[in-house]
C-alpha cells in the first residue's frame, strides 16, 4: 500500500482558505457563544484572532466547544468553532469549500482565553444520529470515536464509506459539514483529508454499523 503526505494532498487547499480569512477583520466583530449565552467582541478586541499566526492541523476529538459568528459586509452570517482543549479552530469557508482545522498562535489562544473566562462552554456533542454508507447505525452516540486516532499517511487507492453524524446542537464534528470516512477493509479513518487509524475491531463494528463500544 502506497503513502502520500496529507500536504501534499491538500495544503493548497487549506492554505487558500486560511490565507482569505486571515487578511481581514469583521467590521461588526465576533459573536462568542457558548451553551448558555454569547458575548460581543468588537474588530478591536478580535483583531488579534485574525492576525495571529495559524498552522494547518488534524482535526481532533471531539469535547467541549465555543461557536464563533462573524458576518463580512451584507453577507450571511459565518459559524467557526473554537476548541479550547486543542486550542483549535474549524475556520468556515469563505468559497463554499470544506472547512478548515487551524491550530492557534499563543497570543490568539491568551486571547480567546480571556473572552471566553466565564463562558460555559457547548458540551461534547450527544450524537442522535449516525450513518455509514448511507445506512444508519445502532448507538450513534458512541460514534465520535471515530475522531479519535494515531495519524497515519494517506493510503492511495483506499475505498471508502462515508459516514455522517448529527446532534441536536451544532458542532464541528457534527453539523453535516465534516468529511468523515472509514475504509471499506482495514482500519483507517479519513477526517477532512487527514488520515489516522483506529483498532480494527472498532473499525469492523463501524462497518456493520453496531454501537462502537469499547
Same mark, same amino acid.
Given at each position: ?7 501534499? $494532498? ?27 449565552a454569547c458575548r460581543h467582541l468588537d474588530a478591536a478586541q478580535i483583531e488579534l484572532f485574525f ?17 464563533? +459568528? ?10 467557526? &468553532? &473554537?476548541?479550547?482543549?486543542? !486550542? $483549535? ?19 490568539? $489562544? ?32 458512541? &460514534?465520535? +470515536? ?7 499517511? &494517506? ?16 458542532s464541528p464534528w457534527t453539523d453535516g459539514q465534516v468529511d468523515l470516512k472509514i475504509s471499506a ?5 479519513? $477526517?477532512?483529508?487527514?488520515? !489516522? ?18
Open positions: 500500500m502506497r503513502f502520500v503526505t496529507t500536504a501534499a $494532498v491538500s495544503a493548497a487547499i487549506l492554505l487558500g482558505i486560511a490565507a482569505g480569512a486571515q487578511a481581514k477583520t469583521p467590521p461588526g466583530g465576533v459573536e462568542v457563544c457558548g451553551a448558555a492576525t495571529a499566526d495559524w498552522s494547518m492541523t488534524r482535526p481532533p476529538a471531539a469535547s467541549s466547544f465555543y461557536a464563533l +459568528r462573524w458576518s463580512w459586509s451584507d453577507a450571511p452570517a459565518q459559524t467557526s &468553532y &473554537y476548541v479550547p482543549e486543542t !486550542h $483549535v479552530v474549524r475556520l468556515a469557508s469563505e468559497n463554499d469549500g470544506r472547512p478548515v482545522w487551524m491550530e492557534l498562535a499563543d497570543d490568539a $489562544v491568551a486571547m480567546l482565553t480571556q473572552a471566553t473566562a466565564g463562558l460555559e462552554p457547548f458540551a461534547t456533542p450527544k450524537p442522535t444520529l449516525a450513518t455509514v454508507g448511507g445506512r444508519r447505525v445502532r448507538g450513534p452516540d458512541t &460514534y465520535l +470515536r471515530l475522531f479519535r486516532g494515531p495519524g497515519v499517511g &494517506y493510503a492511495v487507492g483506499v475505498r471508502w464509506l462515508k459516514v455522517a453524524i448529527r446532534s441536536e446542537t451544532p477493509r482495514g482500519r483507517l479513518v479519513l $477526517v477532512e483529508s487527514w488520515p !489516522h487509524k483506529i483498532s480494527l475491531r472498532l473499525a469492523n463494528l463501524a462497518r456493520h454499523r453496531l454501537p462502537l463500544a469499547p
